[in-house]
């Protein structure tokens, strides 16, 4: 398995926890989104994802090789092929749950956050940093004071977003944590989150996965 990625990209952070959840091993492929112009504007990445976009996973076990874009797409297709440990519940009602936890995330938070959006807001509508950070803060804690609302309230809440052990919404909450913190985002309002956030990290699946154990990582 090769794995197109960037050490900072939640979305490549995000299939980085599950492959190691899985202890499946793969091949680092780095992806520099800012040298050189961004190495994601490669035309022999382009001819990968055409959307300049990472992740981008391939599997080499199929014939002809299989290439999947979209983390949470790659990580179900991963919890398909290798079902333990399981990423998504038992019930047709806490997958359900599980996957609108995180396509809270990956859908109405990151999109507006990543960074060809800060990027087009500097660089095009000559928005300045602070106000480009004040915009990434906005979202993000924003989006974050809702999730923890949707978390609390619910008895399927456990340990982690849903029950006793990591899943899908895990994966994506993590990295979203991480990248708010480096926008010097205020999370005293999250504490359920910031909970389920503690008991992930106290797993080595995650531990690994983070930015700065990357061998890109600067």
């Known amino acids: 398995m090769q794995l197109y990625n960037y050490f900072r990209s939640s979305a490549s952070f995000r299939v980085r926890i599950a492959m190691n959840l899985k202890e499946l091993p793969f091949d680092y492929k780095a992806i520099h989104l800012v040298r050189h112009g961004g190495e994601q504007r490669a035309p022999e990445f382009l001819e990968l994802n055409p959307d300049g976009l990472v992740p981008v996973f391939i599997d080499d076990s199929v014939d002809p090789p299989f290439t999947l874009t979209q983390s949470l797409a790659i990580v179900e297709y991963l919890d398909e092929l290798h079902p333990e440990p399981p990423l998504l519940p038992a019930t047709a009602i806490g997958r359900a749950r ?11 938070i990151h999109p507006v956050n990543n960074l060809r959006v800060l990027r087009y807001l500097t660089q095009v ?3 300045d940093e602070a106000a480009k950070n004040a915009w990434y803060r906005h979202w993000v804690e924003t989006g974050l004071l809702a999730l923890d609302r949707q978390l609390a309230a619910s008895p399927m809440t456990g340990t982690f977003c849903h029950g006793k052990s990591p899943t899908l919404a895990d994966l994506t909450l993590v990295p979203q944590i991480f990248n708010g913190w480096r926008f010097d ?5 999250i504490p359920t989150v910031m909970r389920v956030f503690d008991a992930c990290m106290a797993l080595d699946a995650f531990q690994q996965a983070v930015p700065s154990e990357q061998p890109d990582a600067e």
Do not use: Q
């Open 98 to 108: 599980v996957r609108a936890l995180a396509l809270n995330i990956a859908c109405e």
């Open 125 to 127: 509508l000559k928005i």
């Open 185 to 189: 985002c205020d999370f005293t309002g």
